[in-house]
């Protein structure tokens, strides 16, 4: 385990089913569509890599960094760092994230989905930390909840390290509070 790891929260084994059954009940509902798989960047790509790869049906994939403004007056703002390559008009767009916390980037997502014409979007979390909800964010689909700490791995960072852990695990606070 790595130094500033407190403690493990979710093994490989552990991640590997939730990926697993998040990707199945997915397949389920997109019988007979081809999704356009949305990542968001950087925290999702080691999801969107392995639930693309448990889903056993035909979808497409792109990729998208964005940087949302949470707040009271938040009205779906959103400041794209890249976007997506894919037209979203029509499609059945799904949204991979590692994890919602306030809410704001899923928020401003799900409204600029919707403006620019897609059939239908929905959000597939791998995480959800109710306790930092600031703003209504519709969920589909999500692994699992987690408690209100600072967790990194499988694609989540502290200082943009981290990400690579292959499990995910609470940070000791002396590493961010140095
Ligand atoms: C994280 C995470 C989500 C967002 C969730 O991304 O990957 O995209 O925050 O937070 P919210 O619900 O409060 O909007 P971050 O901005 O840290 O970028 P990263 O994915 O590149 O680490």
Not at 29 to 52: Q, S
């Amino acid at each position: 385990m790595d130094p500033d790891v407190l403690r493990v929260l979710f093994s490989e084994d552990d991640i590997h089913k939730i990926v697993r059954d998040l990707a199945q009940k997915v397949q389920k509902d997109y019988t007979d569509k081809v999704p356009l798989v949305v990542c968001i960047l950087k925290g999702a790509v080691i999801f969107m890599t392995d639930f693309v790869r448990e889903y056993n049906g035909q979808l497409e994939m792109d990729f998208m960094d964005v940087s949302s403004y949470a707040g009271a007056s938040s009205t779906g703002e959103v400041r794209i760092l890249k976007d997506l390559d894919s037209s979203v008009k029509d499609r059945d767009v799904l949204i991979l994230e590692d994890i919602i916390d306030t809410g704001a980037t899923l928020q401003s997502l799900t409204e600029l989905f919707g403006n620019r014409g897609a059939n239908s979007v929905r959000i597939c979390t791998l995480f959800d930390k109710p306790s930092g909800r600031k703003v209504f964010a519709h969920t589909d689909y999500v692994g699992a909840s987690v408690p209100d700490e600072f967790i990194v791995g499988y694609g989540m960072d502290y200082n943009e390290r981290y990400r690579n852990l292959p499990y995910v695990g609470v940070l000791k606070p002396a590493v961010y509070t140095k």
